[in-house]
């Protein structure tokens, strides 16, 4: 039958045979790591990932596609692919996401070859998603490793929400109760990292990324406690 390893690497790409990295990777080299993180807004997950991928600059971001309007200092093709509505629907239609989610009313979606490529290079490539997207790759890639970012206080995601110029009242609000959602699913991660410290932090994903993560694991005892004090249970 047919052998992928030894053919055409766009089979995979089209999905026309079954996307596993491992498997894409194996006998072809180093093969590159993929990195899922997750975070409420707030958190401060964009600040600690530019500040590693500049310390890093081997590692590299997917840029998601969505059906979000692109803020003012955004990039088309940098920050995010920004596609309409029924381009994303077609898609999904076709397979190419390995996942995809809505959020506030918006699509965000991960495509397929992307992910594919940089795996096969031997690049290391971090997915910057929610809680729904990173159940969809755990379930497609189960090598990934999985890090989720909390806020050391619900009183400072909050002050941390409204520093932030770009959100109306209300989108904070929905923000906030939004978070409540996300942060039930920190027991779902490898590793937690509190953003307590920026720059203890950062040191913490340094070492997640140098497979040295165990100070981050999530059975640590005091993570049960905050959690408790942000979601409110």
């Not at 720059?199 to 140098?210: P, S, T, V």
Request: charged content about 30%; some cysteine; glycine content about 8%.
């Amino acid at each position: 039958g047919l052998n992928p390893f030894k053919g055409d690497a766009s089979l995979y790409l089209k999905g026309c045979v079954p996307f596993n990295a491992f498997d894409y990777n194996r006998g072809v080299g180093k093969r590159g790591h993929l990195f899922v993180i997750a975070a409420p807004s707030g958190a401060g997950k964009t600040s600690l990932m530019r500040a590693l991928m500049q310390k890093r600059p081997s590692v590299e971001f997917s840029v998601s596609c969505t059906t979000r309007a692109p803020r003012a200092h955004e990039r088309d093709g940098h920050d995010y692919h920004f596609i309409s509505r029924d381009e994303f629907e077609r898609l999904i239609a076709a397979g190419e996401f390995i996942e995809h989610a809505d959020v506030f009313g918006n699509l965000y979606g991960t495509r397929r070859s992307v992910v594919a490529a940089a795996l096969a290079e031997g690049r290391d490539l971090v997915l910057d998603i929610d809680w729904q997207g990173a159940c969809q790759v755990r379930e497609r890639l189960p090598e990934a490793v999985h890090v989720f970012i909390l806020p050391p206080s619900r009183a400072e995601l909050e002050r941390r929400l409204r520093k932030r110029a770009t959100d109306s009242a209300e989108a904070i609000a929905r923000r906030l109760a939004e978070s409540v959602v996300e942060m039930a699913h920190w027991r779902e991660f490898d590793y937690i990292v509190v953003n307590r410290d920026f720059d203890q932090a950062l040191a913490e994903f340094e070492a997640i990324f140098d497979g040295h993560g165990e100070a981050s694991r999530p059975d640590r005892p005091e993570l049960a406690a905050l959690v408790q004090e942000l979601i409110g249970t």
